[in-house]
């Protein structure tokens, strides 16, 4: 029954002019969650002293001394969703429309950094992105992370094909001051999406 079933689904594909191999692999990958890093990541991320994104590697780099880092404003009102840009934004673009599937997050500095317990750690991102060539507003969702060193994988399904995440630290585990302004940073981001 289950093979009649596949039978009449590829054929039924192939007459609308589907390809039912891909479709097929799709779904496989689907069940077992399988996703691969998204090839040519590049980022901009907003300097410091404000102005537009400029070029910024550290945070898609496999260097785990480099980091991007803002400076957290203490005291800060937990922003709706995407409003923490003012604080900083790393723009990540990348070819080929692709719809998104993870994200892979090294959050603050590395374990044994004298400065990763003196500095705030990230809580929560706001993840922005629109669909490839769309000109709406952005879609905006918030994820949450650990406050560990360890890498950490976040689900993130865009549901269509998009070029670009926009993210931002939108709230953070207090570092030893904090009623002071301080750095939050984070070392490395990996957009994952299905194999092709």
Known sequence: MTLAVL???????TVLGRDPVGWVKARWYDVRGTTVPVDGVTARATP?????????TLVVDADPAT????TWKAKSPEPACGQGETQGVVVLR?????RVRQLQVDAGLQEGQAERGLEFRPATIDVRYR???????????TLTLRDTADRQTLDLDTEVAVRSLR????SVFDSPTPEEDGPVSIR?????SRPA
């Open 7 to 13: 039978v009449g689904l590829v054929l039924l594909l």
């Open 48 to 56: 410091e002293t404000g102005g537009p994104p400029a070029p910024n």
């Open 67 to 70: 980091a991007w880092t803002i």
């Open 94 to 98: 990348w070819g080929d429309p692709t």
């Open 131 to 141: 669909e490839a060539g769309g000109t709406g507003d952005r879609e905006c969702r």
């Open 167 to 170: 993210i931002s630290v939108s």
């Open 188 to 192: 490395r981001i990996v957009v994952r």
